[in-house]
């Protein structure tokens, strides 16, 4: 048995520098601040919501009061959604909404 965790202890990788452990980790933060908007755009959203309802095929669709609330280095837009569908459709929009960037 003590051959065995010796024998993954020497075949485990070398811990990497810390100097090429933070330029992996500046690259990550890069990637994700062009990814990410600047801040809040409640149109944007009120638009992506409707056309996530579009899409779940719900009928007579209403988005209002998209407003955004900023504290910080944290913000959040509060939308209000009404629309009428079935079971299927309802579901179907949860489940694109889960998967969208809308979060």
Sequence with gaps: ???????LLVLAPA??????ERLLLDRRLETLRRILPD??????DEKHLRDL???????QIEVRGCSADESGT???VSCELRAL???????????????????
């Design 1 to 7: 048995m003590l051959g065995v965790v010796v024998g």
């Design 53 to 59: 309802a579009e899409e779940a095929q719900l009928g």
């Design 85 to 103: 569908g079935g079971y299927d459709q309802v579901e179907r929009f949860f489940r694109r909404a889960a998967l969208s960037h809308f979060q």
């Design 15 to 20: 811990p990497r520098p810390f100097a090429e």
């Design 39 to 44: 801040g809040a755009s409640p149109a944007t």
């Design 74 to 76: 944290s913000g959040v």
